[in-house]
């Protein structure tokens, strides 16, 4: 790998002296310019020349290094990069190697990743990718490139070796932060988005183990939305009504439910709020709400009352929401 | 009452550590607001540093917005239309000389001269000249080779009804709003171009009811199938890529709302999403009063100065989605005439309000992200959309459509030029004229009621509209649309009442 000094400039450098710089600006004087540094105006001086001449080289993969190094989001700088590898057939896993480092300083750069994306096209070599991206989470665990990306090589390769410990790998990302949105997001893809896995072919006992484990998650802390939108997606793919899991909800939404006299008993299906938790809990509030008006006659009465108990005092920075579904509610 | 800040109910982790402490940043700025009074909007501060930005320019550390030059450019422009500031004759000359360097000969808008073509510079230069730009020579609006944008933009057209934003480049659905504004603009639309794109749009809603970046196409593997278009799209699995974000969710809201206008509302080609998750979804994304009311983009995250616009701009689309508006469900004993009187926004638009003018305006001018960090030209201009569509509620007007509709003179397609058309579409031109006709109509008929602004801290706060779908102010929706499809719209005659 060649090693670049950003201190050097191609104006001075007897190697460039036949390319041709060209300048942005040509004759006029623009709108909201940008004050570059001169590293960058005679990197980007020169990437134009190379853009006109046509040159595809070795050199071109350095001067594209050099400008994508200090401004990543260069796309055209990517794209003629891109252009010029496979017309040299440089060695795609020397380019990766560049990009684990690159990647790295520039999470949130699209073109970081989809360069990426690219060679994966061609290598097909998937292996040690996930790897990589848990080093890459590491940093940063809700990147939203890095979860996409992710989510990428698994469906496009679609490789039960790739698929093997992912639910592990979402488990993981939830102990370390159980409000992470986007280890949940990941968790209902891996399970209920991109195909059926082998082992996965029993919707029911899947939708069953999604809930039972949404539920111990909500139990440690019922004010985490990520949870609740889970339980949520679940439900609705699976086809299960709100209702059949009033009894859980109704201790987080501060109502009586049916097995309070039973306290001494530990009902593993239906875990109890941990002490400490805030109740009742929002989420509880609009779950209950929501199983009384699809029960729909006077318990819609019921509903309206907890909407109300939400737009005055619970989530009153959502009153004309709640407002709105009480009015809607058995109109729709 | 609840109380004030969010709970980790005894079970911290990294997320509601950071929650806690912005909401301790915040309620600082609560506590100490600048003035005795209302909040104000500095409006001189924040033009001066617009008009330093654009006039003088950006300082080294933009160079990572090199590639973004026609968004530095838009951003400024359109954020001084909202402040109801106009750029004098020399400057727009200026700046319509400066965009049209980014126009690729292939076609379409680079990032900056010789950079190459791509749908959101594209986006940013043609709304950019919608500001800045004119008919007739050097006026910028003709000099956009509208058949090769054309060209442009199939080039990028996958099978899954997607685009590429840009060749070799990715797909997303930022892209896809930025190519349809573009071309419902410019009248390039066709039915070709959308083929299959709402149904792509369709497969990026996730279980929480946003829109996620894109969705991963399969297709049925079928051996005589050589090429991927040839194969069969299956409607399932179609995994969204990426969770649930508020930019993403407003592009792809967005991006439907313009398909339907072009295809007409009695449509049954379009897929259906789930309005009451996506309408879930936006009204969760509203942070509590600890959050000074803000928008974050995604469950779990921050309020963002910018999601004032991503998602409390996306309000307004809703009831293009078919969302019964609150009105509707108030009883027949309520008459028309009380309507004007009633919000009916389903977010809390004076929270919004609060957080922007409380916690997003800088001390030298722009708006930022929040507190501590700095103005930026992307925050100022998404901040001041958000104050925008937190003041003014505009809505589809059956009225104000029928006036325009009165208006609208037979003038040929006015769009691509014939060669442009392939010869096998030659004989639905007439579909087209009636195609475009419809989208004109349903885009520039979105109208603000009388009554139904809500602008906090008293009218010297006030701004000007946006445009719900472009992000342009209507005048300068109008003046672009006005002249690519050739029609004279008729300005806003004063009602009492609405007669629909």
């Given amino acids: 790998m060649t090693t670049t000094t950003t201190t050097d400039l191609y104006s001075d450098d007897p190697q460039w002296v036949d390319v041709t710089p060209i300048p942005q600006y040509d004759g006029i004087n623009p709108v909201a310019p940008i004050l570059y540094t001169d590293e960058y105006k005679d990197a980007t001086d020169y990437f134009r020349g190379v853009l006109k001449s046509g040159e595809k080289s070795e050199r071109v993969l350095e001067l594209t290094e050099r400008v994508i190094r200090m401004n990543p989001a260069h796309y055209t700088a990517w794209q003629y990069r891109y252009q010029t590898i496979l017309a040299l057939g440089t060695p795609l896993d020397e380019e990766i190697t560049l990009m684990n480092d690159i990647a790295m300083d520039h999470l949130k750069t699209y073109q970081v990743w989809h360069h990426r994306r690219l060679i994966l096209t061609q290598t097909k070599q998937a292996a040690q990718e996930l790897a990589f991206l848990v080093k890459v989470l590491g940093l940063d665990n809700k990147n939203y490139h890095t979860w996409a990306y992710r989510q990428w090589i698994l469906s496009h390769f679609s490789d039960d070796d790739l698929w093997r410990h992912e639910l592990e790998f979402v488990d993981s990302m939830l102990r370390d932060d159980i409000r992470n949105n986007s280890a949940w997001h990941h968790r209902f893809f891996v399970l209920f988005e991109a195909g059926v896995r082998a082992g996965d072919e029993d919707r029911e006992a899947l939708a069953r183990q999604e809930i039972l484990y949404s539920k111990e998650r909500i139990s440690l802390a019922p004010n985490n939305a990520s949870a609740w939108n889970y339980l949520r997606g679940v439900l609705d793919r699976s086809g299960t009504e709100y209702s059949s899991l009033a009894g859980f909800v109704e201790p987080y939404a501060g109502l009586p439910g049916p097995t309070a006299s039973d306290a001494d008993t530990i009902d593993t299906e239906n875990p109890a709020p941990q002490p400490g938790a805030r109740l009742p809990s929002v989420a509880a509030l609009e779950f209950m709400a929501d199983v009384y008006e699809k029960q729909g006659g006077e318990r819609l009465a019921d509903a309206r009352k907890l909407w109300t108990s939400l737009a005055r005092e619970h989530d009153t920075i959502r009153q004309k929401y709640w407002e709105y579904r009480s009015t809607a509610a058995g109109k729709l | ?500």
């Fill in chain 2, 1 to 500: 009452m609840t109380a004030l800040f969010s709970s980790d109910d005894c079970y911290p982790s990294a997320t509601s550590d950071l929650q806690a402490h912005t909401e301790h940043v915040l309620s600082e700025r609560r506590a100490k607001p600048r003035t005795d009074k209302e909040p104000s909007l500095d409006k001189n501060n924040h033009i001066q540093f617009l008009a330093r930005n654009l006039l003088q320019g950006f300082p080294s550390r933009y160079t990572s917005q090199d590639a973004s030059q026609p968004w530095l450019s838009f951003w400024t422009l359109h954020s001084l239309s909202i402040l109801q500031v106009s750029l004098d004759p020399g400057n727009k000359q200026k700046a319509i000389d400066t965009i049209l360097t980014w126009q690729h000969p292939d076609g379409g808008f680079g990032g900056g001269p010789g950079q190459a073509a791509h749908l959101l510079p594209t986006y940013a230069s043609v709304c950019a000249l919608a500001i800045s730009g004119r008919p007739g020579p050097g006026g910028g609006w003709d000099q956009i080779k509208r058949d090769k944008v054309y060209a442009f933009f199939m080039s990028l057209k996958q099978p899954d009804g997607s685009f590429l934003v840009a060749h070799h480049a990715e797909v997303d659905v930022r892209g896809i709003y930025c190519l349809l504004v573009t071309a419902t603009l410019l009248n390039i639309l066709t039915p070709e171009l959308i083929a299959g794109t709402a149904e792509f749009l369709a497969s990026c809603q996730t279980y929480e009811g946003g829109f996620a970046s894109s969705s991963q196409p399969y297709f049925s593997a079928t051996p005589d199938s050589e090429t991927e278009s040839a194969k069969a799209l299956l409607d399932k699995p179609r995994p969204p890529l990426g969770e649930a974000h508020g930019g993403y969710t407003f592009c792809a809201v967005a991006s439907l709302v313009l398909i339907q206008s072009f295809e007409g509302q009695e449509s049954t080609r379009l897929p259906q999403i789930n309005v009451r998750n996506l309408l879930r979804w936006l009204v969760q994304m509203q942070g509590t009063a600890a959050e000074l009311g803000g928008f974050k983009g995604r469950t779990n995250k921050l309020v963002d100065g910018c999601y004032s616009w991503w998602v409390g701009g996306a309000f307004s689309l809703l009831s293009s989605l078919g969302l019964a508006p609150p009105h509707e469900h108030s009883g027949a004993e309520e008459g028309a005439e009380s309507w004007d009187d009633v919000d009916d926004a389903l977010f809390n638009r004076e929270a919004l309000q609060t957080y922007i003018l409380m916690a997003c305006q800088h001390h030298a001018g722009g708006l930022v992200d929040k507190p501590p960090k700095g103005p930026d030209a992307y925050h100022t201009m998404y901040c001041l959309a958000g104050l925008a569509s937190a003041q003014h509620t505009l809505s589809p007007s059956a009225s104000r459509k029928a006036e325009i509709r009165r208006a609208w003179k037979n003038t040929g397609t006015g769009g691509l030029s014939a060669s442009t058309i392939p010869p096998s579409q030659s004989d639905i031109d007439d579909e087209f004229g009636d195609l475009r006709k419809n989208v004109f109509l349903e885009t520039l008929s979105w109208h603000e009621e009388t009554g139904t602004q809500c602008i906090l801290g008293g009218a010297q706060n006030k701004v000007n509209a946006t445009h719900p779908l472009f992000n342009l102010t209507v005048t300068h929706s109008e003046g672009i649309m006005g002249h690519f499809y050739r029609q004279t719209i008729p300005p806003v005659s004063i009602r009492m009442k609405q007669p629909e």
